[in-house]
């Protein structure tokens, strides 16, 4: 961490002194820049994941380009499950869809059990290479799916609107998914053990999914298995970030199960969180992604109202609700970045003062 | 009101004493019905909504085969855009797609004032035969969509998953978005009174859409409508209840707009709810609607949950969280109301002793 040029990411959150807000943005290597279309052109989604230089290329971009204060390693949370024996194909219209969904007992026993280092090895090239290669311009998030939401994947098969599949499974046959959850919590907590011993300085768990149960089921098929993989993550000091899209419900239930960070989408009130649970954990989040398409005023406006809202002192870094769109033009995404460079200062003088 | 053989839903809503929680289900004339499909194979979705006839039988059917307490009107949100001059096709895998969807200040010269008595009077017809076939058995609701929610499809034109379209509205030409949705709350109130003039014991605003905005945004775009339809629909007595799905952040706006009823979806809580507002408005909801993919039993455990979450007293209209699923079997829906009609007996004692 001495090592990094730039490491307000990290001093954020921990919530030590900052002299202005971090911003980073989810998805921010994708397809609304051209320097990512221009390589993507040249190969296949999948295909990028798997070749360590292309993935350490599109990583560092916006970091050159949009001028973020962190870089998240280029990858997809499907990787766990193609590694565990699940093939699928990636459909530029429809998003994954596995060849053969989990639906019985059977499916069950043909799930291998993964080792890191060899199955996944390309991923821990690519963030072995990008760490080198951004030569501690700013900090790198390494990020998994969370067990609930690789299990929906691998369920449904494909995307879904009302999750039947996964529901129909919870409700008739507890059993066997908390035997594939209790499975990929291990998956999930051994990789991310493997992305910080190859150079992670933090990471993030996304439960994309989180937000389709009711309390009760989140508790039981969802937060019990990000507390698991938390718990079992080999780190010193790297932070943990949760992001569960829509749970506005267990959000203190997050923070005690170790969350550093909670991820906010854009329905949640900033400073209302943070006087019940900022005490606790820093807050990352969480302008509203279409705000990208609105005139620099606007953008700047909402920006402002964020930064109110979070208010005095260190513990946020800024961050969409939820992933860049890819119709984003770039030029918005970066007038961001610097909006929330030069208008977050104030709320730091204290810092800078002392 | 007074010749209803069952008014415990108007009770319900009107928190006045009932000796057991009424139950009805959103969506509850649809598709999981096979009595629904032998007439949806002779007509297609616009007709059967435009034939009174057909609308009235299928509006029926729920409260004879699954004995719900109350019956709902089949129509569809979209005919009032229909009404003023936007063109649908209703497609069976994809949902409405409209010819032309609102994009500019032109297409907003096009949209007709609406009168419902005359352009919508095909749904005033399938009330008016609804309500004497109904014959006081139960009593019947009316619907809309809220103004917002009407907006959002006229402007996307079609499903969307990041409503890209409206947002870009509502940011960069937010005095057209405010003028469409002027119009639509004066056509939605209009269209809620006449239904109530020609027979609706009840009406429910659908704001499927608010959920996907800040809360900045809700309130501007979504709640200042809703609030304008409820002050602007004539009725008597006749409860308004408002759903907002994904909206955990302004249930108590939505109570002060001037809702009787607000409707839950299933992430929330139906008991802290309660100790909020409980004592402003009724709640509807707010079982988890994929929980009837699941056997009698687990149906029996989530409805006793839900029942004991509220409590004793009136103020609780039993529905799911959202929608029926189109493959659930009618069986467990017939479960799920013979559920709530024993298990709720208890929390209404003090009641029936009274």
Same mark, same amino acid.
């Given at each position: 961490?001495?090592?990094?040029?730039?490491?307000?990411?990290?001093?954020?959150?921990?919530?030590?002194?900052?002299?202005?807000?971090?911003?980073?943005?989810?998805?921010?290597?994708?397809?609304?820049?051209?320097?990512?279309?221009?390589?993507?052109?040249?190969?296949?989604?999948?295909?990028?994941?798997?070749?360590?230089?292309? $993935?350490? =290329?599109?990583? %560092? &971009?916006?970091? !050159?380009?949009? @001028?973020?204060?962190?870089?998240?390693?280029?990858?997809?949370?499907?990787?766990?499950?193609?590694?565990?024996?699940?093939?699928?194909?990636?459909?530029?219209?429809?998003?994954?869809?596995?060849?053969?969904?989990?639906?019985?007992?059977?499916?069950?026993?043909?799930?291998?059990?993964?080792?890191?280092?060899?199955?996944?090895?390309?991923?821990?090239?690519?963030?072995?290479?990008?760490?080198?290669?951004?030569?501690?311009?700013?900090?790198?998030?390494?990020?998994?799916?969370?067990?609930?939401?690789?299990?929906?994947?691998?369920?449904?098969?494909?995307?879904?609107?009302?999750?039947?599949?996964?529901?129909?499974?919870?409700?008739?046959?507890?059993?066997?998914?908390?035997?594939?959850?209790?499975?990929?919590?291990?998956?999930?907590?051994?990789?991310?053990?493997?992305?910080?011993? $190859?150079? =992670?300085?933090? %990471? &993030?768990?996304? !439960?994309?999914? @989180?937000?389709?149960?009711?309390?009760?089921?989140?508790?039981?098929?969802?937060?019990?298995?990000?507390?698991?993989?938390?718990?079992?993550?080999?780190?010193?000091?790297?932070?943990?970030?949760?992001?569960?899209?829509?749970?506005?419900?267990?959000?203190?239930?997050?923070?005690?199960?170790?969350?550093?960070?909670?991820?906010?989408?854009?329905?949640?009130?900033?400073?209302?969180?943070?006087?019940?649970?900022?005490?606790?954990?820093?807050?990352?989040?969480?302008?509203?992604?279409?705000?990208?398409?609105?005139?620099?005023?606007?953008?700047?406006?909402?920006?402002?109202?964020?930064?109110?809202?979070?208010?005095?002192?260190?513990?946020?870094?800024?961050?969409?609700?939820?992933?860049?769109?890819?119709?984003?033009?770039?030029?918005?995404?970066?007038?961001?970045?610097?909006?929330?460079?030069?208008?977050?200062?104030?709320?730091?003088?204290?810092?800078?003062?002392?």
């Amino acid at each position: 961490m001495s090592l990094l040029k730039n490491d307000l990411f990290l001093r954020a959150c921990k919530k030590l002194p900052v002299e202005r807000t971090p911003v980073w943005i989810m998805r921010q290597a994708g397809r609304y820049l051209p320097e990512y279309r221009k390589i993507r052109e040249k190969a296949d989604f999948i295909t990028m994941c798997k070749t360590p230089e292309l $993935a350490a =290329a599109v990583t %560092i &971009q916006p970091v !050159d380009i949009i @001028g973020v204060d962190a870089a998240i390693i280029f990858s997809d949370i499907l990787v766990i499950p193609e590694a565990m024996g699940m093939k699928f194909d990636m459909l530029e219209s429809r998003g994954p869809v596995f060849h053969h969904p989990l639906r019985n007992s059977d499916d069950v026993k043909s799930l291998k059990k993964i080792e890191p280092e060899t199955d996944l090895k390309y991923v821990l090239d690519a963030v072995a290479l990008t760490k080198r290669e951004l030569d501690g311009r700013v900090p790198l998030i390494g990020f998994a799916g969370s067990p609930w939401t690789l299990f929906t994947y691998m369920v449904e098969g494909k995307g879904s609107k009302n999750f039947s599949e996964v529901k129909k499974l919870i409700f008739n046959n507890p059993f066997m998914a908390h035997q594939v959850l209790d499975l990929l919590s291990d998956a999930v907590a051994d990789y991310l053990s493997a992305k910080i011993e $190859a150079g =992670a300085n933090a %990471i &993030q768990i996304f !439960d994309t999914w @989180g937000g389709i149960l009711s309390q009760n089921n989140f508790e039981e098929f969802s937060l019990r298995y990000i507390s698991k993989v938390i718990s079992k993550v080999k780190r010193k000091e790297e932070p943990v970030i949760v992001f569960s899209k829509g749970v506005h419900f267990k959000l203190e239930e997050i923070a005690s199960a170790g969350a550093d960070v909670i991820g906010l989408d854009w329905t949640m009130d900033l400073g209302d969180i943070r006087k019940k649970i900022g005490g606790r954990v820093a807050l990352q989040g969480n302008l509203d992604p279409t705000v990208l398409y609105a005139n620099e005023d606007k953008i700047r406006n909402e920006v402002k109202k964020i930064l109110q809202s979070y208010g005095e002192g260190s513990g946020h870094v800024f961050n969409l609700g939820h992933g860049i769109l890819p119709d984003v033009d770039p030029e918005n995404a970066k007038s961001l970045v610097n909006i929330v460079k030069e208008e977050s200062k104030k709320y730091h003088l204290a810092n800078a003062a002392g």
